[in-house]
């Protein structure tokens, strides 16, 4: 793979990047080529048993994948991102082209160690992990709420639902106001 990586790469030495020693131990699990400087460290990597090609970055402020740094322009986009799978020369050379794009298009404020920059991916990384939070939460109280509500168990269905008010559907909507007449009755 640090052939293939090596010439798609190249270019990060205009922004003082070296090539790195990779820790034998981490060569058992994914091929990693290393970019370092004292103050970033960019990471190409293939993944043994998934044959996953990806990126990393590793600043003073933190670490970051493609997705998070795509999450800035396009948080739909980076939320259905995945490292694409390459087996064989051909795949691997296709995925090296779309990072190094990637790259190029979208982490050059990376590259230049923009504080800003890192700031802003570091909320929107923690206001996208609260999202899902939020997301999960409601998954896992909705049922309990709607067996609550059939059962008429109202006091217990309302306290439940509103437990995750933004997340409401139109049908949650209804049988909350429908439980809280019931329990006002």
Partial sequence: MAAAVGPRFAF???????????????????????YVAPDLEVVVYRERMSGEVGLNFRVTEGHFSCSDILRLSDREAAECRR???????EALAEALDELREFLLIHALPVLRRD???????????????R??????????????????????RFAEAVALFEQFPDRLTVLDRAKLALARRRLSS
Avoid: I, K
């Fill in 115 to 129: 504080a800003q920059f890192f700031a802003q991916v570091l909320r929107e990384r923690s206001a996208s992990a």
């Fill in 83 to 89: 490292d694409r799978v390459a087996r064989n020369r």
């Fill in 131 to 152: 999202e899902r939070h939020l997301v999960w939460e409601a998954d896992r109280l909705r049922p309990m709420a709607e067996t609550a509500f059939h059962e008429r």
């Fill in 12 to 34: 990060l030495a205009e922004y003082g990047l070296e090539r790195g020693d990779v820790d034998p131990e981490w060569e058992r699990h994914v091929e990693l080529v290393r």
